[in-house]
């Protein structure tokens, strides 16, 4: 069965940090591209960052330069580092594949004084 189950959530005023986790099973995680999405309330879901089999990476322009993801194929883990976050980063992000629907059951991020 795959499982997608993210980690990391919570909290934090502008200008903090967070770091997200995947942890990943029931697939050859190596082998698949993954990305991270968000929702913010009353809106649709929006891509933040992918991350291809080789390592290489692409982000939303919006987080440029503030988050990064990455793989660690070892323990079949994703993870987003976020910095520098602004309240309009408050969404639920999730963990997905990047080439189909399937996606974990999400975590809240929230950054507001």
């Known amino acids: 069965e795959v499982q997608l189950v993210e980690s990391g959530g919570g909290l934090v005023q502008p200008g903090g940090s967070l770091r997200l986790s995947c942890a990943a099973s029931g697939f050859s995680f190596g082998s698949v591209a993954m990305k991270w999405v968000r929702q913010a309330p009353g809106k649709g879901p929006e891509w933040v960052a992918i991350?291809?089999?080789?390592?290489?990476?692409r982000y939303t322009d919006s987080v440029k330069g503030r988050f990064t993801i990455s793989r660690d194929n070892a323990a079949n883990t994703l993870s987003l580092q976020m910095n520098s976050l602004k309240p309009e980063d408050t969404a639920v992000y999730y963990c997905?594949?990047?080439?189909?629907?399937?996606r974990g059951q999400g975590t809240q991020v929230t950054v507001s004084s």
């Open positions: 997905a594949f990047a080439n189909d629907y399937r």
């Open positions: 991350i291809n089999v080789g390592g290489v990476t």
